[in-house]
């Protein structure tokens, strides 16, 4: 029985919650500070702004009490900016782009002493203002962050506070290219453009000595990314980070569009990309009603990649076979790809389609402390490594550690997790899966590799109540058969869990004496569960650990203590 932490344990619990900013909201404003230097005033009152709107005049002074009016203004003072300089909308405006000349370019902003396009609380508000509207009329992106020619270095950008509309679906909300570093957007709503965020690649450079060529450090938070119709996010960048943001409705019903797409970065290699803590929803659903592409897909040829603590949810009966929650895997059919060190980790995937979470052409790639719920009506896998079959010249799957998920599959029969065709070193353990559906044509473990290709296999958990057919594995009937044919999971059960309420998403332990408890792996088990908590040992099967202190808020422990 579990019941308490020691005060070790505590000590670090709490300086996890006091840094908890390096991964959470907040995070980045100390490092993408601005000096206080001159800031620069806009205010316009098309027709989406406040009722108590009062425009500004260009011929003024720029100032909080002489704004300037129009967003060409505010563009055109952007490029003279100091370092630590500000172009600020008012709060309860609107503006009405009909000029698609919409370059934000600037040389002397610093990563370390940022530029800022953000609001300003206006001398008339009452106090009911919402962001600053900013509305594209005509064909053309909305913030294009790009100097024209040969690439030129630049750097330093913050984007905040904003509302960015596009009546025309054909380009871009943000768009970067031509090596721009260390931009953070924040706390933006962008919405009916075709990207919401696009990442591009860049022109060969010039002679600007710090030029690589490289968009990098490209940071998205706390925003909301709606009813783009094609991707929420598209591209790929050394240290990207996507935190705290929700994304809706991005695609339109295609394959091929996705609401977060980490796409390959002109055949280069990116490192340091996290994705944490976003909600996704209703991906690549258009006006069908029925999602089509994977909601977040990586491609490309990506290393020391983080997917973690995200939520990815459709509607049960609205996810096509192919809108899978998360897949880092090789879809380009004319370049090799590859993904190493990847950490898929204490995510919650429900209802999507015939699988949850997938990897391709991975090589050190852990898939820990996940939720999967799936209650589609047709045949779904849980985990599946690989995904897919490997193209020419995509790194060959090798060590792969999938440990410590919770999986409730009501579908038409499916898998709960698969680990097939290539690779040794591989690890499967603490795993819990239940399976509530009826079908018969239902295995807890698809598996055709030797046992020599597996570190360890054992002290998982597979129970299917309602499906007297259904298989502990692909390859032997019954969990005894695969002991004695295997030597695997000879600590494993198929039995009942304990889960409190899976079909509601709670795979906490209903009580200390829960099957999951005290029966996970006793040193192959994830450090800490889904909520950051730290396993005790013997720890316990999937994502939780049973503890009387309960853990209400996501720590990211592994941020600073990896």
Not at 95 to 108: A, F, Q, S
């Amino acid at each position: 029985m579990k019941w308490f932490v020691t005060a070790g344990c505590m000590l670090l619990i709490l300086l996890a919650l006091s840094v908890k900013g390096i991964a959470g909201q907040g995070a980045s404003r100390s490092a993408a500070s601005i000096s206080g230097a001159n800031s620069y005033y806009v205010c316009s009152c098309a027709s989406d702004a406040d009722g108590d709107c009062q425009a500004g005049d260009d011929n003024g002074a720029g100032t909080l009490n002489d704004p300037w009016e129009t967003y060409a203004q505010a563009r055109q003072t952007f490029g003279t900016l100091a370092a630590g300089e500000s172009i600020l909308f008012c709060e309860g405006g609107a503006w009405e782009l009909t000029d698609n000349d919409t370059r934000w370019v600037n040389g002397n902003c610093q990563a370390d002493n940022r530029c800022l396009v953000g609001s300003y609380t206006p001398t008339w508000a009452s106090g009911d203002e919402a962001r600053p509207i900013i509305t594209q009329t005509i064909d053309g992106n909305l913030f294009r962050l790009e100097d024209g020619g040969d690439a030129e270095h630049e750097e330093g950008y913050i984007i905040e506070n904003l509302d960015l509309r596009s009546l025309i679906s054909t380009r871009s909300g943000i768009f970067l290219y031509n090596d721009i570093d260390d931009v953070e957007i924040r706390n933006v709503n962008i919405q009916g453009f075709r990207l919401g965020v696009q990442l591009g690649n860049s022109n060969p450079c010039s002679a600007d000595p710090e030029c690589d060529g490289r968009n990098e450090r490209i940071i998205l938070r706390d925003s909301t990314i709606l009813n783009n119709t094609s991707q929420g996010w598209l591209g790929a960048s050394n240290g990207s980070q996507i935190i705290n943001n929700y994304f809706e409705g991005n695609g339109d019903a295609n394959q091929f569009d996705h609401n977060i797409y980490i796409s390959g970065a002109a055949g280069e290699q990116t490192q340091g990309i996290r994705i944490i803590g976003n909600q996704l929803y209703r991906s690549s659903q258009g006006k069908t009603n029925n999602c089509d592409g994977v909601s977040l897909v990586v491609h490309g040829v990506h290393d020391d990649l983080i997917i973690e603590g995200n939520e990815i949810w459709e509607d049960a009966g609205t996810a096509n076979g192919g809108c899978w929650g998360i897949a880092v895997d090789n879809g380009y059919s004319d370049e090799p790809e590859a993904f190493t060190n990847v950490i898929i980790r204490n995510n919650v995937v429900r209802n999507v389609g015939n699988l949850s979470i997938g990897v391709g052409a991975c090589a050190d790639c852990l898939i820990e402390n996940n939720i999967i719920i799936n209650e589609q009506n047709y045949s779904a896998t849980g985990i599946a490594a690989p995904d897919r079959g490997l193209l020419a010249g995509d790194l060959a799957q090798d060590n792969i550690t999938i440990r410590n998920n919770s999986i409730w599959l009501n579908a038409a029969g499916g898998r709960g997790i698969l680990v097939n065709d290539m690779g040794d070193n591989h690890i499967v353990v603490s795993n819990a899966i239940y399976y509530a559906g009826t079908s018969d044509n239902f295995d807890c473990f698809s598996v055709n590799l030797p046992t020599t290709a597996f570190d360890a296999f054992n002290y998982n958990l597979c129970y299917y109540p309602n499906a007297s057919g259904a298989d502990w594995s692909s390859q032997n009937s019954a969990l005894n058969d695969w002991q004695t044919n295997t030597g695997f999971d000879l600590n494993s059960w198929n039995a009942d869990p304990g889960f409190t309420n899976p079909a509601a998403g709670d795979f906490t332990a209903v009580s200390n004496s829960a099957t999951i408890v005290d029966n996970g792996h006793p040193t192959l088990s994830s450090a800490q569960d889904i909520n950051g908590g730290f396993r005790t040992p013997p720890s316990d099967i999937g994502a939780h650990e049973w503890s009387l202190l309960l853990f209400t808020d996501y720590i990211y422990l592994p941020t600073i203590l990896r």
